[in-house]
Each structure stands twice: as C-alpha cells, then as structure tokens.
C-alpha cells in the first residue's frame, strides 16, 4: 500500500483500539474473536498503536490479553485506564508505552466524556507523577474545553486526548459546528502548551475527514468504527482505508 503525505506536514498517526473485538468475544463468552489476533493485523495493516482499555471490571479486554499484547506489539502499546491504585500497579507491572487515563462508569460502553480534571485534579496529578517517575508516559482524555486543557498541562501530562464525541454525534449541524470549533481551539491550545495532541471518541470514516488541516494533532484514536467494517471487509482492509483517509487531511 502507497501512502502520499501532505506536502509540508507530517501524516497524523493511528492508534486502533481493539476493545470491540473483546465486546464481540464476551457475548458469547468464549474465546473469539481474539482481540490479540486483530491488534496483530492492524499492525500489518500499518497501525501506529494499538489501544486497550482494561477496565476495573474486566467485562471485555483481560489482564491477559493486555500482558500478551505487551510482548508481542511491535508498534506502540497504549493502556486507557481508571486512575485507582490498582489500575496503577497494573500499569507499572505492564509498563505499557503509553497510559491514557479515562473516567469509568459501570453504564457506558466508553468513556463519554472526558476527565473532570476540575474535581480530580490533585489525584490525576500523583498517578500522573507515580507513572512518569517510572518511565511510562501518560496522556489524559478531556473534553475540548480551555479549562481542562490547562490543567492537564500543569498535572505534567505528556499528552491530551481531545474527546470527539459531541461533534461525532450532533444532531443539529448548529451543534455539530460548534463542537468543531470548540475542538479547533482545544487543539490549538493543547499544541501551544507544548502537549502531545490525540483526538478520539466516535471518529468514523466519514468524520475523520473534518479534521483536514490540523496539522496540530499527532494521532488519532479510533476503534468502534474499524472494526465494524473489519466484520464485513477484514481487519487489513478497515485499517488501511483509514489510513489512506489520514493522509489526506
């Protein structure tokens, strides 16, 4: 597969995120799919991450997918996790190349919406610090607010996960542009604080194509939506067609 970068930019990364392929394999509570075996082919597809969240609960990613994941993912390992002492002693026991920290609720199928770093702040701060004192960086998921941006840049932080979902699921196009400029300015900031920038939460293929010129942003999140199409065209083929619609932005 050829890719053509922009002229005068660098193409934006993907990070897949493999969780759905567990979501499938807990429904029938068996063995497959295995989402060990997708992450793979979306690496051969040429995914730049591959994502996990291992949930308090364990409902679809396993304590063992994740530590087979560490061993054999060539490309980059990213853990979304809870801030908790638990989560953080798996983290440290794993040492992922990345820890995202996401908020967590028994009801939701991901996270929506970002981290109230307004309330949190001082306890996202010592995990932040406990797992960058031992070599594993960590990003933080928020909403596209200035406030949230801000704090995130002083818990020390390396990245920011701007959270897409209000502009992937608008229902009006008055909320839906607003959403886009609110996620314009997030990234703008985000970048200008000298933080690594990911944007994710229901990106699609349609949607992807609205963050054309932004060169701001270093990576893209997306799961539901590549393996939805990986069901009907394969893991290779869904992955690689983002990838062609990356470089185009």
Known sequence: MT???????????????????AALRAARKGQIPDPVTAAALAEVAGADAITVHLRQDRRHIKDRDVRILRSIVQSKLILEMVSTSE????????????????????????????????VHRDDISETVATLQDSGIPVGLLVDPEPEQIKLAHKSHATMVEIHTGTFCEAKTAQTRHQAYLNIVDAVKLAYKLKLSVKAGRGLCYKTIKV????????????????????????MQAAVAEM?????RL
């Open 3 to 21: 890719i053509d970068i922009p002229k005068g930019g660098k193409m934006a990364g993907l990070a897949v995120k493999v969780d759905q392929v």
């Open 87 to 118: 989560m953080v002693g798996v983290a440290l026991d794993i040492k992922p190349d990345l820890v995202t920290l996401v908020p967590e609720k028994r009801e939701e199928s991901t996270a929506d919406g970002g981290l109230d770093l307004i």
């Open 211 to 234: 963050f054309k010129g932004m060169p701001e942003i270093d990576e893209f999140s997306i799961g539901h939506s590549i393996v939805a199409r990986a069901i009907l065209t394969g």
């Open 243 to 247: 990838i062609r619609l990356i470089a």
